[in-house]
Structure formats: structure tokens, C-alpha cells
């Protein structure tokens, strides 16, 4: 199952996106507070539960130059997974979208298609708004 977020654009370059992504401990300032618990987080990886007890967890998988930045599921995460956050330069600043790509079954898709997607949707914005502070 493949998502892809909103495209956004930002008002920052994207290095200092992908500076502020490579560092896991900024990423809660992406997610939705109301929506998650028990964050927990280093410069490598975080993990967080969801509504409904799941736990997700992120690891940082490396980036390609200021174009890509790479996160995959970590142990805990209910089924394996990989997030690509694309960023290109633009007039303003950068505009970009998340990826997500995952295995999982029919049954599953049809009960988190929809939340993943407002997630990262959410998240997008969230980085907009980061940078436009």
C-alpha cells in the first residue's frame, strides 16, 4: 500500500529541512499531540503510541543529499513500513510531500488507509507551519 501526503511548500531551503528531519527528536513537532502518548525519542529513531494503544516506531534510514529523506518502521510498529519525505527548492523555499510505503493486507488497509493518510497530511502541514513561524 502506497500513501503520498498534500504537497506543501515551505518557507525554508531544503537543507534545513533535512536538517530538521534527520534529528528524530524534532518530529514531535509534527505529529498531532491530541492524537498520540508516550513519545519517546533520540537523534536516531522515536517511537509513539496512537489511539488504540498502537505503537509506531521510526528510524532514521539515511537521506539523499537535500532531496530525500528516508525513515522505515522499527520493531515495535504493527507492520513493516518505509516513509521517503521528497523536498525540492523552489522560488520560496522548498516545497515537498511524504511517501509512504507499507506492507500490509487488505483487511489492515482498510482500517488505517484513512488515518494514515490525515496523518501524514497532518504532518506536511505541520512542517509548513514549522518554518513559516
Known sequence: MTIDSTHVEVSATPD?????????????????????????????????KVQGGVVIS????????????????????????????????????????????GEVNMFLKMMVEKPLTNLFNYMSEKLKQHFSA
Do not use: M
Open 58 to 101: 521510526l528510524i532514521q534510514d539515511g537521506h539523499e543529499g537535500n532531496s530525500k529523506l528516508f525513515l522505515k518502521s522499527g520493531k515495535s510498529s504493527p507492520f513493516p513500513f518505509k516513509l521517503t519525505i521528497f523536498i525540492s527548492p523552489n522560488e520560496t523555499g522548498s516545497s515537498g510531500y511524504i511517501h509512504f510505503d
Open 16 to 48: 534545513q529541512i533535512v536538517e530538521f528531519l534527520k534529528d528524530a527528536n524534532n518530529l514531535i513537532h509534527l505529529l498531532p499531540q491530541d492524537k498520540i502518548s508516550d513519545f519517546k525519542s533520540s537523534t536516531d529513531e522515536c517511537s509513539f
